[in-house]
Each structure stands twice: as C-alpha cells, then as structure tokens.
C-alpha cells in the first residue's frame, strides 16, 4: 500500500492531506460539522478527489470521546462490582473539585442506581476468598438492562492479579446483553494495581463505548457510500493507530486522541531541520495544545486525567490544553476585566468576520481588524469566503465601548489576553520540569500558529520558532505517518531480588510471552501490511516502601542485576541521588508493540506541486523600512516562498490552510523543506 489519507477533526475545521510514495499530493481544509463528524471528513475526501478505485488507508483523529465527557453526553453505563465496592468511583481519593474550596459537587458518570453488587472475593495475591454467584451477576444483569443501561462494566477486586472471577461474569451477561461487545471487564481495560483507578477507567471506557460505536458506525458508512475503497484506522490517545473494530472495543483509547497527532508530525517535521528539543503549540480555533520534547522523543505520561475523578492510565503523549484559539470569545467581566476563551464560536457559526452569522468578537476577528490576516485570503478549499472586516469591527465594539478605549486598541487587547494565555501555558510545561526556554525551539502550527508565533516568542523568552511549510496541516499529516501502537500491562508485585529464584523469572517471562502475543495477535486482526516492528519491555519500579514509582525501559531476559542497575541510572538521571540500602521492587510490567505500515513515510512532509493551494493576496516584497500596520505590511502567499529565502518581517505569509505573520524586527529563513525558521533580527 502506498497511499494514505490523514484527517484531522478540528472544533472549527476539518483538515485532510493525501500522501503517496512519500509526498503529499493533495489537501482538503473544510468547515467541521459538530453535530456530525463524519460529514465534514466525507466532505474532505470528496474534495481531495483521490482515484476511488485505488486502495487507501485512511486514519483520522477524533474529539467524539472527548466531546462526550466534556459535556457528559455519554452513554447510561452500569457497574457490577464486588460486594462493599460500590461507592469506589464515587469515592475516588477522597480529593475535591476544588482543593481549596468548602464546597462543589461531583458527579460520577456512573449513577449509584447503576452500580450493583455481587457476592464474590480474590484475595490480593489471586487466591478465592468468596465464590463468584453467578446467580447474583444474572440478576445484577438484568436489573440494569431493564432499567435502560446500555454498557455494563464488571469491577471486580484485585482482577488485575487474577480476572478469572471477571472473565466468568461477562460470559454470563453476554448471553443476552443486546450488544455483547458493550460488556466489559476492568482487567480487560486497565490490568494494573488500584482499584479506584481500574475501576473508574473501565467506567468511562463502557460510558464512550455506545457514543463511539455510533460514531464509527456513521463513519463507515459515509466511507462506503463516497466509494472509498481500504482500511480505515483512528488515531490513539498513546501516539499510535486502531481498527474501526479495536476502537469500538477500547473507546477510551481515542479519549485525546486530536492533539497526539500534530506532536508526532511537529516533531518529525523539526527532526529533518536538526532540531531536536522543541515545544509544539498547535493554535486551533478552540484551543491550544502545548507539549514539550526532549531529544526528539515526545513525553508520555500514564497519569493524565479526563476531568475531575475521570484518570486516564493509558499511555498517552504528554499535552496541555488551554482555552485559547482563533474561535475564542472575547468578553468584558463583571469587573470590567477582558477575558478570552474558554468559550469558542467553533464551526458553527465561526468568528464574525465569516459573514455566516456569528456576531460574538473572537481573537480572529481582532487579528482580521490589525492587518495580521489578509482580507482577501481565501480560507479552505472548495466553497470559499471573504472575510468582512466590517463584521469583525462590529463585533468588536461592544468590548471597546466596555473598557472605553478605540476599536483598534480593544483588538490589540484581545490578541495579547489569548497570548498571555499561550505563553502561561508554554512557561508551565517548561519551567515547571527545570527547562531553560532559550534550549528549545517553538514549533508553532494549527490555523492560528502562524500568527501568534512571534509574539510568544517575545513572551516566553525562546529564541527560535519553526513553522511548517503547511502549519494548518500538520495535525492531518501527523494522523497519515502514525505508526500501529498496542500496549498491554499487567500488575507484577515482586522483589528484584525474588528474581534470583529460577521458577520466578521463568514465570514472569511466561507472562510477558503472552503479552507480545495477545499484541501482534491484535496487530495481525487489523490486516495491515507493516514494515518493520518493534516491541519494547517496561516496568514500573519503585524502592520498597514508596508509594511513587518510576517507568523504566528493560532488556530481555530480565533478571535482577539488570531491573536494580536501569532503576537506579533512571533514579539517579530523576533525583540527583539514590538510596544505598533501597531494596528495588516492579510495580507493573508493560509491553508495547509498535509497528510502521508501509503507506507513509518518515520523511513525508515535502509537498509536491500538485499539493499547491489557491493563490491568495498579491505578492509584493519585504522592506527594511516597512512600518507594522496594516496598510504598509506586504504579503505573499507560501508558494512563492523557495528555499534558501530570507525574509524581514513585517510580512504575511498566506495560503489556503494558515497565515504567518512575520512581525517588524523579526526574520525567516526558509529551509529545503520551505519551512520556516524564525528569529529575532538582533
């Protein structure tokens, strides 16, 4: 297979980006359609005009899962839990909403009414406590079907050890629960230690699964009747891709699944211009992700969280968000303060200066109203807009009358609220790990990227920004490249030391054995052709008595003088010190499989000529003495732009998919892959 399709499902747009043999060959950037995501990605492949008749693989990203826990649109889930464990996701850690407040609410997304108990027990190490009476599951069953629950989620103590007790009870719902693949198990989500944990994950995974199914199923069905002929795969929380199938299994795979992409294109794009230690900022119109990377390798973390009591222990690409994005509202406070975001016009009706009946002032329409945009830019492809500047100052008034200062200024403000925002953002992920700003270089894409990257620049304190050749379109690209990614954990409570014993490691091998099996077992039911595979062993290690634990990469065969010597470089590398008498245990033992499918390519990111977007805006040159205001910057559109340029802002940089504004006093190179490379001009 040598052609893919990456789509990205953006709160405003819907990005897509064809690649073959390597290189991008065509590009869709159409409205989204929030009501309905798969009419916007079927709008974007009817827009690409890929040959119908030649097998594609398509894998796109998805805010289904996301849409739904933040507005708790989900599915009505129930639990069947061990007798006296009820109340465990409602309990949580006994945390509040509010750390410092004396009041709040929460609202697990499993009602208590839908949470049953039955009688069985594993003690901590596996062994049968109480029988499991599958009597009582029949009926816990049945009494949740009757009552309108659509997915039940068997929570079982200590299941991580042993799910034998878990496995029985799913059997028997399965015998008539309507759709047998919305009947699932905590150890099946999340088989690691805790059980608040396992058992909230396993929840949100059954609450997503029916909303996500849907999804998928509407998708598919799109997919079909537009002609498209190949695999279709979704983009996955940890960095990697599922089946249709897959996905609907472990629906809280894709719980972040959006933002996971443009780290992973963003860093590949930075790697081929030697830059290796980055912080990605993908503006969109609702939000901004910020991640860091060191050494060219993305932050994982296990420990993220979907909201309040809502864990999210999978694997996942390390990402802050913040409410700030071209489609951002601007509003005066009670106290007269000028706030941006969270608030987004979206899609649907946009920003004011659309003209398609949104009238709320938005950080676009105060970049159209500064000159940063070109009014005569046509954004997207196909059906195209001028963008009215006399909407945008009108929807802008109302926040200069408030804070009694001119249109323009009210404008001004509004773009540095929402980079004020941005940059807060960009400080925290930095400065919180000990990281000097001056050390990393910004990778600023997404729709608004471009425009926002100098001044955050100036903001943080870093030197360096790179923008890439199609910053509206790196998400999608992300999506084309991704590789396969399957990761199984299980929770493995033992001693470094108990690994002298021969019958101890040969177990635990045993169980890693099965775990690289049940993987490429996953692997092969996708039907994907890849290229080459790689499967990386892990543990969570810990000195006896501490409650934290470090992940750390080990070698097969794993044996004792190789856990304690890797936990130690990795405790030392951490905390600047070990423990001379800590005794080293393993928490979990995880395996991840990780294989390339062979219709991307890791240099997939020059464009062909037939990629060229719409001319927009009259090409004009840079000046030394151009003044920073609107009628004075020049602009040219990026297909003009060829490597080995320098360019002096002020200048905008326009195409189809995003503008780049270079501000006086700044400077671009463009490199061979017409990125560009921007600094200071001091």
């Known amino acids: 297979m040598t052609r893919v399709i990456g789509v990205d499902v953006g709160g405003t747009f819907t990005d897509a980006v064809l690649v073959e043999a390597g290189r991008h060959v065509g590009v869709a950037k159409v409205p989204s359609t929030p009501d309905d995501p798969s009419r916007a990605i079927a709008a974007a492949l009817e827009q690409i005009r890929a040959e119908r008749d030649v097998r594609t693989l398509l894998v796109h990203s998805t805010t289904v899962a996301t849409n739904a826990i933040i507005a708790r649109t989900g599915a009505r889930c129930g639990i069947v839990t061990t007798r006296g464990f009820r109340d465990v996701v409602e309990m949580g850690r006994r945390d509040r909403p509010d750390i410092y407040g004396f009041a709040g609410a929460h609202r697990p997304i499993v009602a208590r009414r839908d949470r049953i108990e039955v009688r069985e027990r594993l003690a901590h190490d596996g062994t049968v406590v109480e029988a499991l009476d599958l009597d009582d599951v029949r009926h816990a069953g049945r009494q949740l079907l009757s009552a309108g629950v659509q997915a039940v989620v068997v929570c079982f103590l200590h299941s991580d050890v042993d799910p034998r007790h878990e496995r029985q009870a799913m059997a028997v719902l399965r015998e008539f629960w309507p759709e047998p693949r919305y009947v699932t198990?905590?150890?099946?989500?999340?088989?690691?230690?805790?059980?608040?944990?396992?058992?909230?994950?396993?929840?949100?995974?059954?609450?997503?699964?029916?909303?996500?199914?849907?999804?998928?199923?509407?998708?598919?069905?799109?997919?079909?009747a537009g002609g498209h002929v190949g695999d279709v795969l979704v983009m996955q929380s940890g960095g990697g891709v599922a089946s249709i199938e897959q996905t609907r299994d472990l629906a809280i795979g894709v719980a972040r699944s959006g933002p996971v992409a443009g780290v992973l294109a963003a860093t590949g794009i930075a790697g081929r211009a030697g830059l290796t230690n980055l912080v990605t900022c993908d503006i969109g119109g609702t939000s901004s992700d910020v991640s860091v990377v060191v050494g060219g390798r993305p932050r994982y973390v296990n420990d993220a969280a979907l909201g309040f009591r809502l864990p999210l222990v999978m694997s996942t690409v390390d990402v802050v968000a913040v409410g700030a994005g071209g489609g951002s509202i601007a509003r005066v406070d009670e106290l007269g303060v000028l706030t941006v975001g969270p608030e987004s016009a979206g899609a649907d009706p946009g920003p004011a200066c659309y003209g398609l009946g949104g009238a709320a002032p938005t950080v676009t329409d105060a970049a159209l109203l500064l000159g940063r945009i070109d009014p005569d830019a046509r954004f997207g492809t196909g059906r195209q807009h001028r963008l009215a500047a006399e909407l945008a100052a009108a929807a802008v008034?109302?926040?200069?009358?408030?804070?009694?200062?001119?249109?323009?200024?009210?404008?001004?403000?509004?773009?540095?609220?929402?980079?004020?925002?941005?940059?807060?953002?960009?400080?925290?992920?930095?400065?919180?790990?000990?990281?000097?700003?001056?050390?990393?270089?910004?990778?600023?894409?997404?729709?608004?990227?471009?425009?926002?990257?100098?001044?955050?620049?100036?903001?943080?304190?870093?030197?360096?920004?790179?923008?890439?050749?199609?910053?509206?379109?790196?998400s999608a690209l992300g999506c084309a490249l991704a590789d396969l990614r399957y990761e199984s954990s299980r929770s493995w409570p033992t001693g470094a030391a108990q690994l002298d014993d021969a019958d101890t490691a040969a177990a635990?091998?045993?169980?890693?054995?099965?775990?690289?099996?049940?993987?490429?077992?996953?692997?092969?039911?996708?039907?994907?052709?890849?290229?080459?595979?790689?499967?990386?062993?892990?543990?969570?290690?810990?000195?006896?008595?501490?409650?934290?634990?470090?992940?750390?990469?080990?070698?097969?065969?794993?044996?004792?003088?190789?856990?304690?010597?890797?936990?130690?470089?990795?405790?030392?590398?951490?905390?600047?010190?070990?423990?001379a008498d800590g005794l080293v245990e393993i928490v979990t033992l995880r395996s991840t499989l990780v294989a390339r499918h062979g219709a991307g390519a890791a240099g997939a990111a020059a464009p062909d000529a037939r990629s060229a977007t719409p001319r927009a805006g009259a090409p004009a040159a840079a000046s030394d003495t151009a003044s920073d205001t609107a009628s004075d910057t020049a602009s040219r559109h990026r297909d003009e732009v060829v490597p080995g340029e320098h360019l002096l802002g002020p200048l905008l940089l326009v195409s189809a998919d995003a503008t780049v504004y270079l501000e006086a006093g700044y400077v671009a190179d463009v490199d061979a892959e017409r990125n560009l490379l921007i600094r200071e001009r001091s």
């Open 185 to 224: 198990g905590s150890a099946d989500v999340y088989a690691e230690a805790g059980e608040f944990v396992r058992f909230a994950t396993a929840a949100t995974n059954g609450y997503l699964q029916p909303v996500v199914g849907a999804y998928l199923g509407r998708l598919a069905g799109r997919l079909a």
């Open 397 to 474: 008034e109302p926040v200069a009358e408030a804070l009694g200062i001119p249109v323009p200024q009210a404008a001004s403000g509004i773009l540095a609220v929402a980079t004020a925002t941005m940059a807060n953002a960009i400080r925290s992920v930095l400065t919180a790990r000990g990281h000097d700003p001056r050390e990393f270089t910004l990778v600023a894409f997404g729709g608004g990227g471009g425009l926002h990257v100098c001044p955050l620049l100036r903001e943080t304190g870093m030197r360096t920004a790179l923008v890439p050749r199609h910053p509206g379109l790196v």
């Open 508 to 579: 635990l091998h045993r169980m890693l054995d099965d775990q690289e099996s049940a993987l490429r077992k996953r692997l092969a039911d996708t039907g994907i052709a890849v290229r080459d595979l790689d499967i990386v062993v892990e543990g969570d290690l810990r000195y006896r008595g501490q409650s934290h634990h470090l992940r750390v990469p080990l070698e097969r065969p794993i044996s004792r003088a190789g856990v304690e010597q890797r936990f130690q470089d990795a405790y030392q590398l951490r905390y600047g010190r070990t423990l």
